[in-house]
């Protein structure tokens, strides 16, 4: 087997042409590059690249795999820790994870882990009879009496479903919108992760056994108190972390300043880009600034040129070092045409007499000490206000925890800032039989820590599930998964 050298770029969708629709940017490696990437890998046998990983996907196993063009056997080894790999093929920052830890990397370009995953699992989806990977494991008929509520079907939410459903328990997911996903879908937009990939993956939790059931708001509908009193055994809290923090400076209540969260959920899931087709309306901007510089700012930049504005622009209070995007979004923002306005940080809003937004005041910053985040502080040049025309501004600069959950469960311990206080080691929180994961307890992080809290808790609801009516603990070999249609590859 001849190793390259060079790992196999993604091919894409031209700028040119991407910014026009709302297609898949990257369009997933051919075959032939799949295996050629996965020929890169050393398989090494300390498996530093598995340490990258919240959710210990044995990573040279299925890239071994892979290189042998074995993709269906890959798939498999895949499911065995990670219930939705074509998700996190697509979204994960695997340059912060697996790849980071990758031994080529220290001398050159890491193996694509990320992108061979996301071929593994389309060609899944692809060859196996339509089957989408059904639970074929050992589940365990005696747990199918204790029922366990899910809060949320965000990745944290389907993790724990997912494996618990593997496990045998019944599982309901509750969620308060009409739609399933959580940012995978409200947030994240469809040219990053198409709603099809999204369906199927949340499909294949389903076939697992869970059970979702939307427009349901825990908190008000019915209580976590009242899932326990009536027949779950256990709760597990994911309910992310939906509250935009806003700047709190004079204009925010004009007409054409919104959160980012508002921003992309009138698009990714109200559709306001296919309106009146959909009633959701969408005043057609034609100057954005987005403040902020994490993944939710890119994807506002690069949805508000999709719907057609003319220029759109990153305002940042620090410099390129410190954005807090992954890399390859903050490229993919620039290739199609995004300005970036850095050390730059907006203080009023401005509107005309009807209440909309013209323009906005900012002030240039320089960077100072580093501050408690490790990051170099922002300080204001005196005197270096200026005005920015702009009829949109989107204010992404941060989520948190919302307090509905918090608020109408008595007992239940948060942080300061709302983020709900667990147990590192089982997800259990200061109730016994609620436990929690995911960005309700983290705060803004990622998909894969999500889906790594969920595991944990699966974990930990099923021993305390145990513990408390007396049932065997099983060995502690881990749940072998195996997926219909595991065969030969064709
Ligand atoms: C725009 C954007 C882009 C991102 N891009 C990336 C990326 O590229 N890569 C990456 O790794 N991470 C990314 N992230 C972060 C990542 O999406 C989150 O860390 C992750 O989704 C958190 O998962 P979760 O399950 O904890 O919560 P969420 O995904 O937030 O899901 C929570 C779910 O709970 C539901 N819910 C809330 N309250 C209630 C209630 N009271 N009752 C019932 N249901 C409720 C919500 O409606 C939602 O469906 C991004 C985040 C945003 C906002
Ligand atoms: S560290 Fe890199 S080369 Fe080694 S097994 Fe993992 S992916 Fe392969």
């Known amino acids: 087997m001849s190793r390259i050298k060079e790992r196999q770029p993604m091919p894409q969708q031209p700028a040119e042409e991407r910014i ?14 799949a295996l050629a990437e996965a020929q890169r890998c050393l398989s090494c046998k300390k498996k530093p690249c598995v340490e990258g990983c919240p959710v210990m996907v044995d990573i040279p196993e299925f890239v071994a795999l892979a290189a042998e063009g074995k993709f269906l056997e890959a798939a498999a080894s895949l499911k065995k820790n990670n219930s939705l790999p074509a998700i996190c093929g697509r979204v994960c920052p695997q340059e912060e994870q697996c790849e980071k830890f990758c031994l080529l990397g220290k001398t050159g370009q890491p193996v694509a882990i990320g992108r061979i995953e996301r071929f593994v699992a389309d060609y899944e989806a692809l060859h196996s009879n339509g089957n989408i990977g059904e639970y074929e494991g050992p589940k365990d008929p005696m747990l199918a009496k204790y029922g366990v509520a899910v809060v949320g079907s965000g990745p944290a939410g389907l993790t724990v479903a997912g494996d ?16 399933t996903g959580g940012v995978l879908r409200y947030g994240i937009p469809e040219f990053r992760l198409p709603r099809n990939i999204l369906n199927r993956e949340i499909e294949y939790v389903q076939s697992l056994g869970a059970k979702i059931v939307k427009n349901v708001v825990i908190g008000k509908t019915v209580t976590i108190d009242e899932l326990l009193s009536g027949g779950f055994d256990a709760v597990f809290v994911a309910t992310g972390a939906g509250a935009p923090q806003m700047m709190n400076i004079p204009g925010e209540n004009l007409n054409g300043v919104l959160s980012g969260n508002e921003w992309l959920t009138r698009i990714n899931l109200m559709r306001a ?14 100057k954005v600034a987005v403040i902020g510089a994490g993944n939710t700012a890119m994807d506002c930049t690069r949805t508000a040129l999709r719907v057609g504005a003319e220029e759109v622009a990153i305002v940042y209070r620090r410099s390129r070092a410190e954005m807090p995007a992954r890399a390859e979004e903050i490229e993919n923002a620039e290739h199609e045409g995004v300005k970036f306005h850095l050390l730059t940080n907006p203080i009023r809003f401005i509107g005309d007499d009807k209440g909309w937004l013209v323009s906005m005041e900012c002030l240039k910053m320089e960077l100072g000490e580093p501050d408690d985040s490790g ?6 040049i005196p005197g270096s206000e200026f005005i920015m025309e702009v009829d949109t501004a989107i204010i992404a600069i941060g989520q948190t925890p919302n307090p509905l959950i918090r608020t109408t469960t008595e007992g239940l311990k948060t942080t300061r800032w709302g983020g709900i206080v667990i147990d590192e080691a089982t997800g259990m929180t200061s109730i016994p039989g609620v436990f929690a994961g995911g960005d309700a307890v983290t705060g803004a992080a990622t998909v894969i820590t999500a ?31 195996e997926s219909k249609g595991n065969g030969q590859n064709p």
């Open 20 to 33: 026009k629709n709302f297609l898949e940017v990257a369009l997933g490696y051919s075959e032939e590059q």
């Open 164 to 179: 618990l459903a593997k496990m045998g328990y019944s599982v309901t997911i509750f969620e308060a919108l009409h739609d």
């Open 273 to 286: 880009f296919r309106f009146p087709e959909y009633g959701t309306p969408l005043k057609k901007p034609k």
């Open 375 to 380: 990051r170099r502080r922002p300080v204001p």
């Open 451 to 481: 889906m790594g809290a969920g595991k944990i808790a699966a974990k930990g609801i099923d021993k305390y599930i145990r513990e408390k009516y007396g049932l065997p603990v099983p060995s502690e070999e881990p749940v072998q998964e």
